[in-house]
């Protein structure tokens, strides 16, 4: 393949042509891994199979599950793609088949009549990676999600027994309330109802629906719990997806809307709409109530980051970590920013989500980037003071999405471990395990793995999953 006009298709955002098989023999441990951990640390992202027509980052790329799983000390790696439709359609014709999201390309009539997915928009299934309900699911928000094996072989589309219908985008984005188990996410269409909120409930049966009137379909990437409501940013960022399909941008920008910042009930009721000045957010890192106002933590953005020009320098833009109160009387809205460092992948303690909570956790730069971005550190902000501890893992390091993960024996946040895939021109790539209590002093243990591990997206630790089961 040649990626050469391809920004964000270089370095380490570049692809892996293989999957593989490592285990402890074949792992190097630096450090010793705390043998109070037995599970998987699974993380999904874009890894494109063929060269691309058009590539927009970070919405395009066949997705790639890279797991370490972990007992008594030990480590094994694995990877694979996601099986799609569109991805074993290709392997059937050998070549690119699919365009972007930005740009869509005509399925070929030859492709159509050999029975191949007849669908120009690509399920990537490439953006996030849970466990709920006993179920492994690859995600993407454009579609359905895939049902994995907890060996990460694609089993099949998950629809819920028939609960998701044709047309129905499934949201890459659920939180799960640490209370009653049940995972709260939404589905996205193309006409209206296009936003339907979705209670899961522990055993992953659909147990309600929450339609909300919004008046179009706005670019929606995350939501956020709190006790009692669903929050969403209702952005003023389009995707067109009859001017992709033309060949045209389909994104738009319009920020003399503003953006609607919308408290969904969870039990159903009318939602409690906000309105501010314009901002996107990809990822919110918490939320809570406290005294009649809702305080939401997110990476605040000025504008959708990304364009059909694969050089806008729009991806690459400002992030920083805010903080928002939502007034439930005065329907006030006050934003503050919680520090300056260039951040993203924002994260909490998943026993703490949608509660009152102490640590935000988040990917970051201390360093400028002169072509595709990155992050070379871990963040940690106290949320009560805005104190913050960084670890960096080298100047051209690219470390992924940390991810909390609990000390089996202790319900405290700082008693947890924080764990990220690193890659640091000079080593290995490797799996961080950080102290979530003391981020500054660095990795208590590195799993070195013999292969790439490129830039990804989202990540999950999923508590006593093991291969073989």
């Not at 799609?84 to 999201?101: A, D, I, P, V």
Request: charge should be negative; glycine fraction near 8%; proline fraction near 7%.
């Amino acid at each position: 393949m040649d990626l050469s006009r391809f920004p964000y298709l270089q370095g380490n955002y570049a692809p892996v042509a293989t999957e593989n098989d490592f285990d402890h023999h074949e792992l190097t441990i630096e450090g010793k891994i705390p043998h109070d951990l037995v599970g998987a640390f699974m993380r999904n992202g874009a890894n494109t199979a063929y060269e691309p027509n058009h590539y927009v980052y970070p919405l395009d790329g066949d997705g790639m599950i890279h797991a370490v799983y972990i007992k008594d000390g030990k480590a094994h790696y694995r990877n694979r793609w996601v099986q799609t439709s569109h991805l074993k359609t290709e392997r059937q014709f050998n070549r690119t088949l699919y365009g972007s999201c930005g740009k869509l390309m005509p399925v070929p009539q030859e492709v159509i009549d050999a029975g191949g997915e007849p669908n120009p928009l690509r399920n990537t299934s490439n953006t996030n990676v849970i466990q709920h309900g006993g179920k492994v699911l690859s995600m993407w928000e454009g579609g359905f999600p895939h049902l994995m094996s907890p060996g990460l072989d694609t089993v099949e589309l998950h629809d819920y027994e028939g609960a998701l219908k044709p047309g129905d985008a499934f949201f890459a984005h659920p939180k799960i309330c640490p209370d009653s188990g049940d995972m709260v996410t939404c589905i996205q269409r193309w006409e209206a109802p296009f936003f339907t909120v979705k209670i899961v409930d522990k055993n992953g049966q659909i147990i309600n629906s929450i339609p909300v009137d919004l008046p179009a379909k706005a670019i929606i990437h995350d939501l956020q719990i709190t006790e009692n409501y669903v929050i969403i940013f209702n952005s003023p960022g389009f995707h067109d997806l009859e001017k992709a399909k033309a060949g045209a941008d389909p994104f738009r920008w319009e920020p003399e809307k503003g953006t609607q910042v919308i408290a969904i009930p969870r039990k159903g009721g009318e939602p409690i709409w906000f309105q501010t000045d314009a901002f996107f957010s990809w990822h919110f890192c918490n939320g809570y109530e406290k005294d009649g106002k809702i305080i939401v933590d997110y990476v605040w953005m000025k504008q959708i980051p990304f364009t059909q020009a694969m050089d806008s320098g729009l991806e690459k833009q400002t992030r920083n970590m805010h903080r928002m109160t939502l007034d439930l009387t005065t329907k006030a809205v006050v934003d503050t920013k919680i520090g300056d460092i260039y951040c993203e992948f924002s994260r909490c303690a998943d026993n703490r989500c949608g509660k009152e909570y102490r640590y935000g956790f988040a990917t970051a730069s201390n360093r400028q980037w002169a072509d595709a971005h990155g992050y070379n550190c871990t963040l940690r902000y106290d949320m009560n003071t805005g104190e913050h501890q960084l670890w960096e893992y080298g100047p051209e390091a690219n470390a992924g999405e940390p991810v909390h993960v609990p000390n089996p024996n202790s319900d405290k946040e700082e008693d947890g471990y924080i764990m990220c895939y690193v890659y640091n021109p000079g080593e290995d790539p490797f799996l961080s395990i950080l102290s979530a209590g003391n981020i500054a002093a660095g990795p208590i243990a590195k799993i070195h793995i013999p292969v790439r591990v490129p830039n990804g997206f989202h990540a999950n630790w999923m508590q006593d999953l093991q291969l073989g089961e």
